[in-house]
């Protein structure tokens, strides 16, 4: 639908807009049929809720505002397809995995990848290998995957059809993405990079993104740091490596085949805001977070991890994640992550062990920002220490566990429940994850070391969320029979 009086097409919210407000009788889905009378509805936007009626397009075959919405999202983040979807990061990632390993191949990930990308991997590889990233004793947290790590791997595993790599991270540690690009393209795979938190990368001064860098495909969740809703997230691929017309065909698999028109508005006004505005708010952003940095400069007790600091462990960093670092204090991440919901109503995004992740925003203010400074300040002041060494307890360790059994095969025996105490020695047959990030510590087919079984009961005593494929973590875990 084009609007004559401006020669442009109108946002798919106007379309939704002018439609409720026509007086239209829906002889067709949803339900609800936009009637005021539920309220409750009406009040989370359901007085724009349609499905696939004339003149709105079709999210899974489409041929108007969301064929053109597709193709102006992959001129924006710099990649010859955009397939924008509803079913958040997920959803692309496995649209993706599927899409090079459905009819089966080897898969490199990296260990801290997140926990769709297992999934992914156990649906439909024939055999999963891990790279290792560096990790942080002091921060306590995975550092960058190197390209050396890569390419040893897919010299041992010659028939690694798929690498993917998670950059930025969780804490925004990014990877030499375009270093890790040139060894894939050289030994015949396919780089998928989970880009999930950087959708903000290329805009004003923050880091180039994985797309622009050489990666075949990426994966960017657009809700995570971008003016759009929970849900909402574009999977990106360039070059001819992979089909785009298979990948087209294989996203409509793995969303909704009645996709929502709110959260599909939301990428449109989303795309929108960015081709118009992108560039100087996210430089607008930046300034914001460095004026944070300034404010925290004097700490004593607390340590942030700043977007300056790199080394062996970490090629480059993300500045719009914060992680503030309380190893060495009398107070653990999950108590400093209390401490600011309570006294301040800050409520951040997750807590481990030693360390909290304060996640910043395109929606973000200079006086968000100053406010949560101010807090940090507060409580660098009261806060007590204690007699230990600076530094955290990794989720991960340098080194994997024993592997006896592929997780496509552990997945598929018998198992019985046994006390997490106990399960030293033992086989696991289920995944075992600290939420958030949603990273696995154990995978199935792994024998539990009393190291890593010592790690997690540490991790659960600390107030850390802990969570397994059968339910909560410490308790029982799937043991093989």
């Known amino acids: 639908m084009v609007d004559r009086r401006f020669g442009v097409e109108k946002s798919l919210v106007e379309m939704l807009k002018e439609y409720a407000s026509s007086g239209a009788i829906p002889m067709h889905m949803p339900g609800h049929k936009r009637n005021p009378a539920f309220n409750w509805l009406m009040f989370l936007g359901g007085g724009l809720d349609i499905t696939e009626i004339h003149g709105f397009d079709d999210l899974n075959d489409p041929e108007g505002i969301f064929l053109r919405l597709g193709e102006r999202a992959a001129d924006l983040w710099g990649a010859d397809t955009a397939i924008p979807m509803v079913n958040g990061g997920t959803g692309c990632v496995l649209t993706a995995v599927y899409t090079v390993l459905g009819r089966g191949g080897e898969m490199l990930m990296a260990r801290n990848c997140h926990r769709s990308v297992y999934n992914a991997g156990e649906l439909w590889a024939d055999d999963i290998h891990f790279v290792l990233p560096e990790i942080s004793d002091r921060w306590g947290i995975c550092g960058s995957v190197s390209p050396e790590a890569v390419e040893r791997a897919l010299i041992e595993h010659p028939n690694v059809k798929l690498v993917v790599i998670t950059s930025p991270t969780y804490e925004g540690v990014l990877s030499d993405v375009a270093a890790i690009a040139r060894v894939c393209g050289k030994h015949g795979a396919i780089l998928l990079v989970d880009e999930a938190h950087g959708a903000h990368l290329g805009f004003g001064r923050f880091p180039e993104r994985a797309i622009s860098l050489g990666a075949d495909l990426a994966v960017d969740s657009l809700h995570k740091t971008l003016p759009s809703l929970t849900q909402t997230a574009l999977l990106l691929s360039r070059g001819d490596a992979v089909d785009c017309d298979e990948l ?229 875990v799937e043991c093989l029979v």
């Open 248 to 476: 087209r065909k294989n996203a409509a698999a793995f969303q909704s085949s009645s996709p929502s028109y709110i959260l599909s508005a939301s990428i449109d006004g989303c795309v929108r805001f960015m081709e118009e505005a992108g560039d100087s708010q996210a430089k607008r952003w930046g300034e914001d977070i460095a004026g944070f940095h300034k404010l925290t400069e004097e700490l004593t007790s607390l340590d942030i991890l700043r977007p300056w600091q790199s080394g062996r462990e970490f090629f480059r960093l993300d500045p719009s994640k914060l992680v503030i670092s309380c190893a060495g204090t009398a107070t653990t991440g999950p108590g400093l992550m209390d401490r600011f919901r309570q006294d301040f109503n800050i409520e951040l995004e997750m807590a481990s062990r030693g360390y909290v992740v304060a996640m910043t925003g395109m929606g973000d203010t200079a006086e968000t920002l100053r406010r949560f400074a101010a807090a940090i300040l507060e409580v660098d002041r009261e806060i007590g220490t204690r007699e230990s060494p600076r530094g955290g307890s990794a989720l991960f360790f340098d080194r994997l566990p024993q592997r006896m059994l592929r997780i496509k095969e552990a997945a598929g025996r018998r198992s019985e429940p046994v006390p997490m105490e106990e399960s030293a020695g033992r086989v696991i047959g289920e995944y075992i994850w600290a939420y958030p990030p949603g990273i696995p510590m154990v995978v199935p087919g792994e024998t539990m070391d009393r190291e890593m079984l010592m790690r997690i009961l540490e991790l659960g005593d600390s107030g850390v969320r802990l969570r397994s494929t059968h339910g909560n973590v410490p308790g029982s």
